[in-house]
């Protein structure tokens, strides 16, 4: 066990993308475990489109990350010391452990998991993770998904969109996913069964979109907010549930972006437009994990994770590439040692 | 019974404020019902901030007014002939019968009314009209309304918003209304009850709203869209419902006007933002109906209507006092004879 920790911290607030101004790497001595705590061997570190929103000040569902606070991130690793009754070494744990190579816990929102070969760590951290379940509790629970309707997701190819895809498709839905560049495209559909792709920086979304569900569209779940949402609106359905999940297309805005300014397609269609967060279905983690992992065993729903070796310092350069929509699933940081 | 019916036909699709080029002012003889049809001698005309989207061409909740049609618009009046087994003369009924004279129909969606001294047959077009069940099934249904909470609504002293105030009064809420001018501020606290007015032209409302609704807004029930409903999205509450009644601010917009930027206030807040169309909750009218005579009958519930004495030429510009806010309450053409 190494005697270092090495951390980022936030060294500033960014304005528009998080340059490598906004991040202070500390090296600690790696913590000993107070009583009831215990202290885990970082291995992997989730990239999620939200850790942009925890980096600004202000009210949200969840406090700003502090300046000079350790990055907060949601991580897996090796127990290996613990002063805990639940926890002992060599167990292996996920939990919002931050960006660093040692983290100390008192256990609380911490899960112990179970990689195997089939379903590795990193698993634990996408469809097995929170990204898993943001997209079954968003779809099925905010989206009130029924059997046989028309889904359309942007960020298709995106941890949670290409989950909510495939638990569509499960459903017997019509899905079209919305996603950037045609190896994306080719992935949903070709791999994940999605019905349709449509690539919005190739394509006329609009003309596309009316292609791809002639119908119109009861669920949209939106991951990407501006344009692409204001181009759904114009095609739901009477009834339509539109799930705001993120607004990836606006988190490094430097201005505040445009609203959506067809918003009054909810009037016309008797439709709702509605946000979540998802630890409000904490209790039931437990049941979508179930589904999940059933699924996920069963073959018929796949976890691709997009897995980049490298140490915390490359953290800041990680979470770049998710904002410039360069990953195809779900963006990982393994700590190489 | 005369034998003119003078009718007011749209001419053209108006851009921006619907002019007086956009009417054309008709004269035809008074019809003869046919087999199975009556016809009403109009007394009184609704005006409607939604006939301004009625005289737009495409999709909508209903089929656009035609060029050459009579304009739409909810009235009452009195049967003078009747070929219709269900009908008599002498009946007094309300129904989309148009701005003219005299009405032909069928009796398909329309209702037999009895005004009193007490309650008038331009209430019939407010309280216990359209209106009424706009505010009735917006509120308890749409809105979700639950006793004891915190409701902001917009166009306050306006027909449908001075409704949903008072309703919420009686469900025990703390009520803020949004209006412009001192004497309808006055209006809504003094006479109708609510806790407390904003009046949008004088006052900083995003200032105003935070000190009368100091610890944030659980149903905000939209008429006019706008700044107005941005803000409100700045404060609404964990689970808030924003209800999408009307946008009237925009109605006449010659661009698009712009969406709700906050909208992501929505996901912050795990709160939904609906629309709904009063048609859809036709077979629960007679249950609003009731619920709403009986208050009026208690005077617990007023019906304001701004009564404008005129004759069907004056309809273009009695609109017009609604888009500029210079109504107070339900806004109807009384037609002279």
Known sequence: MSSENHQVRLAERPVG????EVWQHTTEAVPEPGEGRFVVRISHISLDPAMRGWMNAGRSYVPPVEIGEVMRALAAGEV??????????GDVVSGTFGVQDYAESDGRGVQKITPTADVPIETYLAVLGMTGMTAYFGLFDVGALREGETVVVSGAAGAVGSVVGQLAKLKGCRVVGIAGGPEKCAWITDELGFD???DYRAEDVKKALRAAAP???DVYFDNVGGEILDIALTRIRRGARVVICGSISNYNATEVPPGPKNYMSLLVNRARMEGFVVFDFVDRYAEAGRAMAGWLAEGRLHSREDVVD???????DVLLRLFRGENTGKLVLR???
């Open 196 to 198: 349709a792709a449509i």
């Open 310 to 316: 490298g140490s915390v310092d490359d953290f800041g």
């Open 215 to 217: 119908d119109g569209v």
């Open 80 to 89: 290996v010391a613990s002063a805990h009754q639940d926890f002992a070494v």
């Open 335 to 337: 700590l190489a040692r």
């Open 17 to 20: 993308l998080p340059g490598p």
